[in-house]
């Protein structure tokens, strides 16, 4: 005995020593290991001319993006319009978020080599002849888009170039894209961006803004122990300047570039710019966003969602609270006693105890959408988590929608298991229907009605058509994946046992007393929503900002944390809802689905009152039925 105690003892040790040296190995190895980037966030640094190399480049490029507005439900590419465009276009690779949000990235011929100055230099000229149907057509389109106020979005080093101009309380805003140009109306009334220029007055004339002052903003690194410079901030301001030609350019001051809203006689537009670039080491590459950020001032009123938010939610745990530890409790109790006879006549939720699971009518649908609701709610939860962590930044492009996606097909076995084990629990029997079900339904709706919204892109010649080739790479990652991972959830939640239910079912289903208003269904949709709504609507204000009136989204920690508080929600009141059901003596007939139906209710509401808020011009054969359908595809997502 004390050979084997003495023979166990020197093994423990053993293993101990073998386990510190293990940990040891880890963490010398993870302290060793160098910082890395995400793809497409990797500083790029920038020398001058004959200073440059593999590592530092010399020429700075701007590309150009699809242009949009938030009067016209249809962004275009950068080419429909008669713009100056690059002799040897490139177009940068696109990740599937990017070709999803319709984002068509492209070169342009403003090119400029780093930290060398340039005073009004020209692009190209465009000329116009009244009689030239060809050049007529560009021209009416080029008119149209400043008529809706369509908006540049350039690029430099991966970073929007944009326009900074003092708003109200003397702050500044700073936004991504600037327009084509203005307008002033047959009336004498100054839209959009003419009210810069008090020259901007006369009446049914169109004012193109040809000629932008670049200022490139850029951290020497002199003292940060890398090589050349890296660029922190680009921004622009545009200008209305009408030129005789190309060799004599005055960019200062002179007449504005004027288009006549009746085309009479010939004309030309000579597009110009100038680049200044400015040394700037306070700040840091990291950081270069912030300047735009910060000119959105939304903090204040994120914390009062969150504080509004939390109300709710401490009001709804107060009434659960009161319901579980006071009636339910005094309620079992009662029940509980060992002496039944003296026990009054059971009335309420208990007299419904041997319904309540019974199996709904319609077990099938209830079961394939908690499955598909399985998926999104586990795909949102990840997604929003990645996104606070910092990995899908603004900076990290098309990175959201690509991760979403990508979720999505590959969380096809938890959906097919928890679809496949609820409907083995409800008696179901036709399982292939049910996997089938499961695999298709919900995101064939949704295809269907992104295949038919795309019809309608293509015909109107818009940037947001999907191309063919990537709509094939979305119907081979759903079949190819998503639904063969479904099958395989479905398989194990068909072989585990069924779900034991803690009451027997009566077999004779007992019959529901006369309801009140406040129990009957309409009623319950309309209240039951108002409080988990309640929690989401400031987010879903800027949610819809982001989509329909193009604005830049990053708040991702407030949007997670009222995520949270939204799940919160949603449970207790949904115990609430039950609890005051099964008191009016309402047993199980998916009266728990009031509750979505309810939030989804407001919710469709508050997008409609948002879109109510943006003039969408919406005129043409095709463009209200494309309204109609992203509006359709945003509230079934939401579902």
Same mark, same amino acid.
């Given at each position: 005995?004390?050979?084997?105690?003495?023979?166990?003892?020197?093994?423990?040790?053993?293993?101990?020593?073998?386990?510190?040296?293990?940990?040891?190995?880890?963490?010398?190895?993870?302290?060793?290991?160098?910082?890395?980037?995400?793809?497409?966030?990797?500083?790029?640094?920038?020398?001058?001319?004959?200073?440059?190399?593999?590592?530092?480049?010399?020429?700075?490029?701007?590309?150009?993006?699809?242009?949009?507005?938030?009067?016209?439900?249809?962004?275009?590419?950068?080419?429909?319009?008669?713009?100056?465009?690059?002799?040897?276009?490139?177009?940068?690779?696109?990740?599937?978020?990017?070709?999803?949000?319709?984002?068509?990235?492209?070169?342009?011929?403003?090119?400029?080599?780093?930290?060398?100055?340039?005073?009004?230099?020209?692009?190209?000229?465009?000329?116009?002849?009244?009689?030239?149907?060809?050049?007529?057509?560009?021209?009416?389109?080029?008119?149209?888009?400043?008529?809706?106020?369509?908006?540049?979005?350039?690029?430099?080093?991966?970073?929007?170039?944009?326009?900074?101009?003092?708003?109200?309380?003397?702050?500044?805003?700073?936004?991504?894209?600037?327009?084509?140009?203005?307008?002033?109306?047959?009336?004498?009334?100054?839209?959009?961006?003419?009210?810069?220029?008090?020259?901007?007055?006369?009446?049914?004339?169109?004012?193109?803004?040809?000629?932008?002052?670049?200022?490139?903003?850029?951290?020497?690194?002199?003292?940060?122990?890398?090589?050349?410079?890296?660029?922190?901030?680009?921004?622009?301001?545009?200008?209305?300047?009408?030129?005789?030609?190309?060799?004599?350019?005055?960019?200062?001051?002179?007449?504005?570039?004027?288009?006549?809203?009746?085309?009479?006689?010939?004309?030309?537009?000579?597009?110009?710019?100038?680049?200044?670039?400015?040394?700037?080491?306070?700040?840091?590459?990291?950081?270069?966003?912030?300047?735009?950020?910060?000119?959105?001032?939304?903090?204040?009123?994120?914390?009062?969602?969150?504080?509004?938010?939390?109300?709710?939610?401490?009001?709804?745990?107060?009434?659960?609270?009161?319901?579980?530890?006071?009636?339910?409790?005094?309620?079992?109790?009662?029940?509980?006693?060992?002496?039944?006879?003296?026990?009054?006549?059971?009335?309420?939720?208990?007299?419904?105890?041997?319904?309540?699971?019974?199996?709904?009518?319609?077990?099938?649908?209830?079961?394939?959408?908690?499955?598909?609701?399985?998926?999104?709610?586990?795909?949102?939860?990840?997604?929003?988590?990645?996104?606070?962590?910092?990995?899908?930044?603004?900076?990290?492009?098309?990175?959201?929608?690509?991760?979403?996606?990508?979720?999505?097909?590959?969380?096809?076995?938890?959906?097919?298991?928890?679809?496949?084990?609820?409907?083995?629990?409800?008696?179901?029997?036709?399982?292939?229907?049910?996997?089938?079900?499961?695999?298709?339904?919900?995101?064939?709706?949704? +295809?269907?009605?992104? !295949? &038919?919204?795309?019809? *309608? #892109?293509?015909?109107?010649? %818009?940037? $947001?058509? =999907?191309?063919?080739?990537?709509?094939?790479?979305?119907?081979?990652?759903?079949?190819?994946?998503?639904?063969?991972?479904?099958?395989?959830?479905?398989?194990?939640?068909?072989?585990?046992?069924?779900?034991?239910?803690?009451?027997?079912?009566?077999?004779?289903?007992?019959?529901?007393?006369?309801?009140?208003?406040?129990?009957?269904?309409?009623?319950?949709?309309?209240?039951?929503?108002?409080?988990?709504?309640?929690?989401?609507?400031?987010?879903?204000?800027?949610?819809?900002?982001?989509?329909?009136?193009?604005?830049?989204?990053?708040? +991702?920690?407030?949007? !997670? &944390?009222?995520?949270? *508080? #939204?799940?919160?929600?949603? %449970?207790? $009141?949904? =115990?609430?809802?039950?609890?005051?059901?099964?008191?009016?003596?309402?047993?199980?007939?998916?009266?728990?689905?009031?509750?979505?139906?309810?939030?989804?209710?407001?919710?469709?509401?508050?997008?409609?009152?948002?879109?109510?808020?943006?003039?969408?011009?919406?005129?043409?054969?095709?463009?209200?039925?494309?309204?109609?359908?992203?509006?359709?595809?945003?509230?079934?997502?939401?579902?």
């Amino acid at each position: 005995p004390k050979v084997r105690g003495t023979t166990s003892a020197t093994k423990m040790k053993r293993r101990i020593h073998l386990g510190l040296v293990l940990v040891c190995s880890l963490v010398s190895y993870f302290c060793s290991c160098s910082a890395f980037y995400l793809p497409g966030l990797a500083p790029v640094s920038f020398c001058e001319d004959g200073k440059g190399g593999e590592d530092c480049q010399v020429l700075i490029q701007l590309f150009v993006n699809r242009l949009d507005s938030v009067e016209s439900v249809l962004p275009y590419e950068y080419d429909v319009f008669d713009f100056c465009k690059d002799a040897k276009e490139m177009r940068p690779s696109e990740n599937l978020g990017q070709v999803l949000f319709g984002e068509r990235i492209e070169s342009s011929p403003y090119k400029f080599n780093f930290k060398q100055d340039i005073k009004c230099k020209a692009v190209c000229t465009k000329n116009y002849h009244k009689g030239n149907q060809e050049e007529t057509v560009k021209l009416e389109f080029l008119k149209m888009g400043m008529q809706l106020n369509y908006q540049h979005h350039w690029i430099i080093d991966n970073m929007p170039v944009t326009w900074c101009y003092d708003v109200e309380d003397g702050q500044k805003y700073c936004n991504p894209g600037f327009p084509i140009g203005c307008l002033v109306t047959l009336d004498g009334r100054v839209k959009d961006a003419c009210v810069i220029n008090a020259e901007f007055n006369k009446k049914n004339t169109f004012y193109v803004f040809n000629h932008v002052d670049i200022k490139i903003t850029y951290h020497s690194g002199t003292t940060e122990g890398w090589r050349g410079a890296r660029l922190v901030a680009a921004t622009m301001e545009p200008k209305s300047i009408k030129q005789v030609d190309e060799k004599t350019l005055n960019c200062e001051t002179g007449n504005p570039m004027e288009i006549p809203g009746e085309f009479d006689n010939d004309m030309s537009v000579v597009y110009t710019y100038s680049v200044q670039f400015t040394e700037d080491n306070s700040i840091k590459w990291a950081s270069r966003w912030d300047y735009i950020l910060v000119s959105m001032p939304h903090t204040n009123i994120q914390w009062f969602s969150i504080m509004n938010s939390l109300v709710i939610v401490l009001f709804l745990s107060g009434m659960v609270a009161m319901i579980m530890l006071r009636t339910l409790h005094k309620d079992i109790a009662r029940y509980n006693q060992v002496d039944q006879e003296d026990a009054q006549e059971e009335s309420g939720w208990k007299q419904v105890h041997g319904d309540v699971f019974r199996p709904p009518r319609k077990g099938m649908l209830l079961s394939v959408f908690l499955g598909q609701g399985t998926q999104i709610f586990i795909m949102t939860f990840i997604t929003l988590f990645l996104a606070c962590l910092g990995f899908l930044s603004p900076a990290n492009r098309g990175a959201l929608m690509t991760c979403a996606v990508v979720l999505w097909v590959l969380l096809g076995t938890p959906a097919g298991y928890v679809s496949a084990r609820l409907y083995k629990t409800f008696g179901g029997e036709k399982w292939k229907t049910n996997v089938l079900l499961t695999a298709l339904l919900c995101p064939g709706i949704v +295809f269907a009605d992104f !295949f &038919l919204m795309n019809l *309608i #892109l293509w015909v109107e010649g %818009s940037s $947001a058509a =999907i191309p063919f080739g990537t709509l094939v790479a979305i119907l081979a990652l759903w079949f190819g994946i998503s639904v063969p991972l479904t099958f395989v959830g479905a398989y194990f939640g068909f072989k585990k046992p069924a779900i034991e239910q803690p009451v027997r079912t009566n077999q004779i289903p007992r019959q529901i007393p006369e309801q009140s208003f406040f129990t009957k269904p309409i009623p319950g949709i309309v209240m039951g929503g108002i409080l988990p709504f309640g929690c989401i609507f400031i987010q879903l204000f800027f949610i819809l900002n982001s989509i329909w009136s193009h604005q830049m989204y990053y708040m +991702f920690g407030f949007l !997670f &944390l009222v995520f949270i *508080i #939204l799940l919160i929600t949603c %449970s207790e $009141a949904t =115990i609430l809802l039950c609890y005051f059901h099964l008191c009016a003596e309402v047993h199980f007939r998916c009266h728990f689905l009031r509750l979505h139906s309810s939030v989804l209710v407001h919710l469709c509401r508050g997008c409609v009152c948002k879109e109510d808020n943006i003039k969408y011009q919406i005129t043409g054969e095709y463009k209200p039925s494309l309204y109609v359908a992203q509006k359709y595809m945003a509230h079934h997502d939401v579902r």
